[in-house]
Antibody, heavy 125, light 111 residues
């Protein structure tokens, strides 16, 4: 059974750094892209970017390029989403999602299929 | 601001058919396949339809998808109370930096 288990809720202050995680199991972690999706309170879904754990190839949405860092540790089947300096506007639920499709290039027919349970990040002074 | 536009809401009584539209452009729906997601209240999204009209295992055949040109639609036939949720279309956008985009979302209410 494919499972993505995310780290717990976080409460941080503006300016602080943060790294949240997503551990995959039940499938070959290095053979699928894995990405992150933001959902701000009461709002819709926003795709942030993806990483291919097999070779750490990473792509970002233009809206999130330079704002966050996506990484992965294939030795422990875990993907990460990281901020160096949080803002109040980063308050949101963050979901990781496995992407199924061409391992060499995620586009066109590549799409999120399995999702993590979400990590709530609250940034407040 | 999403490049895929959906109506904010849709509703129907149990047993009715509800259709949700998703309007895009030549750089996204016009050149890539469309996927649909269901998000029940307080839960993570779930894949409902992929590659325009394919249902993952376990998704009831009450849900169907279609695509024509730069638009797509999701139909729910035989609406049930448990279908009350938010629904999002999604596709790759090939403009400038290639990235995946979600629609604005539609809240379906079962009256």
């Amino acid at each position: 059974e494919v499972q993505l288990v995310q780290s717990g809720a976080e409460v941080k202050k503006p300016g602080e750094s943060l790294k949240i995680s997503c551990k995959g199991s039940g499938y070959s972690f290095t053979s699928y892209w894995i990405g992150w999706v933001r959902q701000m309170p009461g709002k819709g879904l926003e795709w942030m970017g993806i990483i291919y754990p097999g070779d750490s190839d990473t792509r970002y949405s233009p809206s999130f390029q330079g704002q966050v860092t996506i990484s992965a540790d294939k030795s422990i089947s875990t993907a990460y989403l990281q901020w160096s300096s949080l803002k109040a506007s980063d308050t949101a639920m963050y979901y990781c999602a496995r992407h199924v499709g061409n391992p060499e290039y995620c586009g066109g027919d590549c799409f999120p299929d399995y999702w993590g349970q979400g990590t709530l990040v609250t940034v407040s002074s | 601001q999403s490049v895929l536009t959906q109506p904010p809401s849709a509703s129907g009584t149990p047993g009715q058919r509800v259709t949700i539209s998703c309007s895009g452009s030549s750089s996204n729906i016009g050149s890539n396949t469309v996927n649909w997601y269901q998000q029940l209240p307080g839960t993570a999204p779930k894949l409902l339809i992929y590659s325009n009209n394919q249902r993952p295992s376990g998704v009831p055949d009450r849900f169907s998808g279609s695509k024509s040109g730069t638009s797509a639609s999701l139909a729910i036939s035989g609406l049930q109370s448990e279908d009350e949720a938010d629904y999002y279309c999604a596709a790759w956008d090939d403009s400038l930096n290639v990235h995946y985009v979600f629609g604005t979302g539609t809240k379906v209410t079962v009256l």
